[in-house]
């Protein structure tokens, strides 16, 4: 998964894109698994790739559909570049908030070890 996501209105600002996504990933294996999944996704949705750069190294992949153009970047890179400063005047699309997962056991659930019930 993606962090720290940002959609960026360019529309006053460009007339390359309307929309710029920008997020960060840990690894070359996550940018490349991030870029396959929204390429994966938008297909699915009828959005055509018009292009792709970056793939061979996976430190930033850009994908490009026309009006929306997707940056997936490893975090040095990211930081490196600084894509959200150089958009800095666009403005920022609010995104739905997820709720927090709790990777913690359940509390109230019994759980089962060998022939032993553990109640927590």
């Known amino acids: 998964m993606a962090e720290d996501v940002v959609v960026l209105d360019v529309t006053s600002l460009t007339t390359v ?11 070359q294996r996550q940018v490349k698994a991030v870029a396959d999944a929204v390429d994966d996704a938008l297909a699915r949705e009828g959005c055509q790739l018009l292009h792709s750069e970056g ?50 056991p359940s509390q109230s659930l019994p759980h089962q070890v060998g022939q032993a019930r553990i109640e927590r």
């Open 17 to 27: 894109a309307e929309f710029l996504v920008i997020g960060s990933c840990d690894s």
């Open 55 to 104: 793939a061979e190294y996976g430190r930033w992949i850009l994908l490009d559909y026309g009006d929306v153009v997707v940056h997936v970047f490893q975090k040095e890179a990211r930081l490196f570049y600084r894509l959200d400063d150089l958009w800095a005047d666009a403005e920022r699309v609010a995104l739905p908030q997820e709720p927090p997962v709790d990777r913690r």
